[in-house]
Structures are given as C-alpha cells and as structure tokens.
C-alpha cells in the first residue's frame, strides 16, 4: 500500500502531499547507523519521528485502523512490541475502537509481573502493529508471546517495511506481514 490517498486520477493528484511523502520528510534519516538487528545502513527511518507527530501520528492510526478491518477484520485487538508501536496501537485503537495490548519485552520485575499490559482472553483474534520491520525479530518476538497466552495472532501490519527479510522471517512463523510504505515507496534505493 505505497499511496493511501490514490485515487487513480494523476492529474488531480500531482500536487497532493501523500503519506510517504509526510513520512519520508518527517522520518527518514541519511548517515551511517547501527539497526536493532545488527546491520548498517546508510538510511534509518526514525519511528519516534512520526509516532510523536501528533498529525502524521493521527493520519497513520486511521489508515491502520482502517487496513485491519481489511486484512483481518476478525481480529479484536491490536497488539503492539514496546515502546516504539505504542502509540501506533493507541491511535489505531482510538481510530477503530478496538482495545489493544502492550507486549513488553520482558515480564516486569515489578507489581504484577506480566509481560503482557491490558485486558485480553485466551482464544481471542489480535493484529499486531509495528513501526518499522527489517529482520521482522521484534515483531515475531511479540507473536510468540500472544501466543504463547493462547491469542491467536497471524497478522502483522508495519509502517514501514525495509525489504530486507522481514517478511520471509515472519512467513516461517505462519506470520503474513502487510506495509503500509516500504523503503521503495520512502524514495531510498537498494
């Protein structure tokens, strides 16, 4: 899904500013970057760049919202990998009324030492919402995590997707990863 807003007349749209537009000005980063996953790269998008842009941030959570009810329109929460997805799930949450769940990368050492943060039932539909994929590990760790609680969770959707593996990684946990942008549709070349 590279233009949310295509609605096929390319005339009308030449000077509409589209999410990869917003994105790639708000976001995307040039230098010399070390990634979660351990690779360098010359680009880094920068997820806290758009997640704390109110505006960009309202924008993406209704065009997440509206993408599960697509993709997996039997899901009845969203999760979301911490810290950087939070705010992804809450407005997508906000946006499709659907409650979501924290997954922590650890269980707390504290209180009520769960590693899973807010209300959900064993056997329930999730979707997971991601910030930006490269490896895919972040996401399949809080796959197997909801799983391991017995939700059932098949479905990631990303902002981003950095084509580089993420997918065939998910694909081998029985996990189909959707984008909303990739690298290619940010402008940033192989």
């Not at 500013?17 to 230098?31: I, M, N, S, Y």
Request: glycine share 10%; hydrophobic share 45%.
């Amino acid at each position: 899904m590279s233009d949310v807003h295509d609605d096929g007349d390319d005339d009308a749209n030449a000077d509409e500013v589209t999410l990869a537009d917003r994105v790639r000005e708000a976001a995307v980063l040039e230098g010399d970057f070390v990634l979660r996953s351990g690779r360098r790269s010359r680009f880094y998008v920068d997820k806290y760049r758009f997640g704390t842009h109110p505006v960009l941030l309202a924008e993406i959570g209704a065009v997440l919202a509206d993408f599960i009810a697509e993709v997996d329109p039997e899901a009845v929460r969203i999760g979301a990998p911490e810290v950087g997805a939070i705010s992804l799930a809450a407005v997508a949450s906000i946006s499709s009324g659907l409650p979501f769940v924290i997954v922590r990368k650890a269980a707390k050492e504290y209180g009520t030492t769960k590693r899973l943060e807010g209300v959900y039932a064993s056997g329930e539909r999730i979707v997971v919402v991601e910030d930006v994929v490269t490896s895919g590990g972040a996401a399949i760790d809080s796959v197997r995590a909801l799983r391991e609680v017995g939700l059932v969770c098949e479905t990631v959707i990303c902002v981003v997707d950095r084509l580089e593996g993420g997918a065939e990684a998910m694909a081998e946990e029985g996990i189909t990863l959707f984008h909303l942008l990739t690298r290619e549709d940010l402008g940033i070349p192989e």
